[in-house]
């Protein structure tokens, strides 16, 4: 059973930064590609950054330009940097591992963790 531990979520002011941290085992580091992605209230899911097995990266349209997606294999630890943050970004945060296999996909998610933007 895959496990997505994440953390560094809470509360902060607009314009202001936050650092979030995805953490798993190393198998899961060297087969997955890895994400974040986002739920506001009301709304569905979507994509914020994702940086595949081989390093590259995709954001989507909100973080360009403001976030940073990063994986580092040998601390099994991926981490989302975000900047200059605005309310819009308020939601849970929630770390995404995927396996495309020939046959299969095998996709796991994190429990989430909040993130507050508010004055």
């Known amino acids: 059973q895959v496990q997505l531990v994440e953390s560094g979520g809470g509360l902060v002011q607009p314009g202001g930064s936050l650092k979030l941290s995805c953490s798993s085992s190393?198998?899961?580091?060297?087969?997955?590609?890895l994400g974040w992605y986002r739920q506001a209230p009301g709304k569905q899911r979507e994509l914020v950054a994702t940086?595949?097995?081989?390093?590259?990266?995709r954001f989507g349209e909100t973080a360009k330009g403001r976030f940073t997606i990063s994986r580092d294999n040998a601390k099994s630890t991926m981490v989302l940097e975000m900047t200059n943050l605005k309310p819009e970004d308020t939601g849970v945060y929630y770390c995404?591992?995927?396996?495309?296999?020939?046959?299969?996909?095998?996709?796991?998610w994190g429990q989430g963790t909040q993130v507050t933007v508010s004055s």
């Open positions: 940086i595949d097995t081989d390093g590259s990266r």
């Open positions: 995404n591992a995927m396996w495309r296999r020939v046959s299969d996909t095998y996709e796991y």
């Open positions: 190393r198998s899961v580091f060297r087969n997955y590609d």
